[in-house]
Each structure stands twice: as structure tokens, then as C-alpha cells.
């Protein structure tokens, strides 16, 4: 199994930081550890402190794991302070570390600065250099290159300056541009790509940004090349966000475990639309649960002669197990997809 290493923060509310990003992780069959830079107190509302780990707690993490562990890719998310992006970089040049898919939490959402110049340049000077993958919103690209960004010609520009910073690969989010289109511009320095979704009227998109890298990370620990990680991320995160958790009154968290038939693809082409598949077991679909089970015992025969049914749990993933012939197990499923 490949195994891929969250460096960033935990977020207390589990929407975002190392939260998300063992569950993309998980959900893309991806073994997932962390080295926790921060510890947030925040919850789906407000940030109320941080409390940042010792730089020496997290090089300590980082050199332990790859002593250990074959590790495939790397995600660096929230790192607060130059003290913490010295002794990252720091201990990835002393273990040559695969593709690392560097996500630069510098600007929230709102606009907040979140790294003080120094920490910006210092972000620059020692983590660019190292990462295969760096992917800032409209917000950060703005911030690295020094001027505003208003259409998809400026994403372009700021894409080929950003990747003269140092870093092999840029994933430019265009998610803040308000259009009807989520629109990404993807460059490695010789191609440029666009991809795009239509974008989800929601509220919960809470941890979109370290879904997004994390998915990126998990999809070239899997041998992906950078274009097909960033198109899977795309898709992944779509139907992330389409299928939203709405567990609270303001923005709340995004369904990471998603059964292929969740997920809302990414085209490069918009004229082609999105290919959109019922999500299983979701409103609307439970009273088809049983005839779908019969379906499965009839057709789906596996090695050997063994039937294998689809299981629907509660993590929303789909998942299997073996039957004998003809078995069909009418309490084996969760009551609350039958």
C-alpha cells in the first residue's frame, strides 16, 4: 500500500489541516501519517488560539517516520513561523523525500493574512525549492507575485511567475474569481491546463484548500503524473463539496468518503458538462437499497463462483464482502440504507 505524510496543523473541528488530509488519504486508498506543526482551537465558527509545536518536535516527526516508513509523497500544509519552515526543510533535504505537494496557507478566505512577510519569504526561500507541487488560491498567488489577479490571462501569468519562485509545478485555484466556473490553471513549465467544475452553491466548504493539495499528494503517491494527480483532485473535490456534510448552522465540513458513483467529475472541456451519478444510499435513493441488493446477488460473481455484493457503510464508502451462492443477507446492511 502506498503511504503518503501530512506536515500542517490539526484543526479541532475536523474540517480542515491534518484532519482532511488523512481522510483524502484514506478515501483515495492512501495510507496516511502526520507531523502536526500547530494545534488550533477552533471549531466550524472562529479560530480562537493556535498553540505551534517546537520546530525540533516537528523534525523530530518527520526524520522518525522516514527511518521507518517507505513514504511515497509528502502534503505541507499550515506552518506558522520561519523557526517551523527551517526545520521542515531542514529534515526533507536530509531524508531525499519524494513528490511533496506543497499547499501555501498564507491568506484565508476572508482575505486574513496568516504568515507575516518574513514567514512568506522564508516559505518561499526553503519550501519551494523542494516541493514537486504548489498550489495557492487566487489570494496567495497574488500575494507571491505581487499583483492582482482578475481573469484567467492573469492565472496564466501568475502561474509561469510563481513557478519561478523555485517550485517544478503550479496549481493556481481560481475558486475566489466568483464565476460560474470553478476554473484551475495547472502549469509545469512547458504546458499549461485548465480545468473546471461548475461551481456548488454552498455554504460548507471548510478545508477545501488542504482536501484539494492532499488529494493531489495522495493521487502521485500513487504513481499519477502531476496533470492526472491535479484532474483526480479536481474531480475528488467537486463532489467533496457537492456532497457536503451539513451538520451545523454556518460552513461546515466536506464528505471526504465517497463511493466512485459520489463523485462529480472535472472535464477540461465545459461545453462537455460534468458527469453526475447518483450517490448511493443518499435522499432520495434508499427505497431502491433492496432492489439494488438483489441486482448485485444476481449479477456481480466474483472468483471462484462467489457472489459479492456492494456494502454501503457508514463512512459512505463502498465496500465489499464475500457471499455464498444464492446468500443474500437482508440484515447485514446498516439500517439506514435499507
Known amino acids: 500500500m502506498q503511504v503518503a505524510l501530512t506536515i500542517a496543523g490539526s484543526d479541532s473541528s475536523g474540517g480542515a489541516g491534518i484532519q482532511a488530509d488523512l481522510k483524502t488519504f484514506q478515501a483515495l486508498g492512501v495510507f496516511g501519517m502526520s507531523a502536526i506543526t500547530a494545534v488550533t482551537v477552533q471549531n466550524t465558527q472562529k479560530v480562537f488560539d493556535v498553540h505551534e509545536m517546537p520546530p525540533k518536535i516537528v523534525y523530530d516527526q518527520i526524520l522518525c517516520l522516514f527511518d521507518d516508513i517507505d513514504i511515497h509523497a509528502v502534503k505541507i500544509g499550515m506552518v506558522s513561523s520561519i523557526a517551523l519552515i527551517e526545520s521542515i526543510a531542514r529534515a526533507l533535504k536530509a531524508v531525499d523525500p519524494p513528490a511533496v505537494v506543497l499547499d501555501p496557507v498564507m491568506i484565508s478566505k476572508s482575505g486574513y493574512r496568516l ?151 472535472a472535464v477540461d472541456d465545459p461545453d462537455q458538462g460534468l458527469l453526475r451519478q447518483p450517490c448511493l444510499g443518499g435522499p432520495g435513493h434508499r427505497e431502491d437499497r433492496r432492489s439494488r441488493q438483489r441486482e448485485a446477488e444476481g449479477s456481480q460473481i466474483g472468483r471462484e463462483g462467489i457472489r459479492v455484493a456492494g456494502e454501503q457503510v457508514a463512512d459512505g464508502r463502498a465496500e465489499c464482502r464475500e457471499l455464498r451462492q444464492g446468500e443474500i443477507d437482508e440484515d447485514h446492511f446498516p439500517q439506514q440504507y435499507v
Request: net charge negative; aromatic share 4%; proline share 1%.
Open 115 to 265: 504568515l507575516n512577510q518574513d514567514a512568506q519569504d522564508a516559505l518561499v526561500d526553503h519550501l519551494f525549492p523542494l516541493s514537486e507541487v504548489v498550489t495557492p488560491n487566487i489570494l496567495e498567488a497574488e500575494a507571491l507575485i505581487g499583483r492582482s489577479i482578475k481573469n484567467l490571462n492573469d492565472m496564466h501569468a501568475a502561474a509561469a511567475k510563481i513557478l519561478k519562485l523555485g517550485a517544478k509545478k503550479v496549481v493556481v485555484k481560481g475558486g475566489h474569481l466568483g464565476e460560474d466556473l470553478a476554473t484551475d490553471i495547472l502549469y509545469d513549465g512547458i504546458d499549461y491546463k485548465k480545468l473546471q467544475s461548475r461551481r456548488v452553491e454552498t455554504k460548507n466548504t471548510h478545508g477545501t484548500g488542504c482536501t484539494f493539495s492532499a488529494a493531489i499528494a495522495a493521487n502521485m503517491a500513487l504513481g499519477k503524473s502531476f496533470f492526472e494527480a491535479a484532474t483526480l483532485a479536481k474531480a475528488y473535490i467537486s463532489g467533496a463539496i457537492e456532497h457536503a456534510l451539513d451538520i451545523v448552522s454556518v460552513e461546515c465540513a466536506l464528505r471526504h468518503h465517497q463511493n466512485d458513483e459520489c463523485r462529480t467529475h
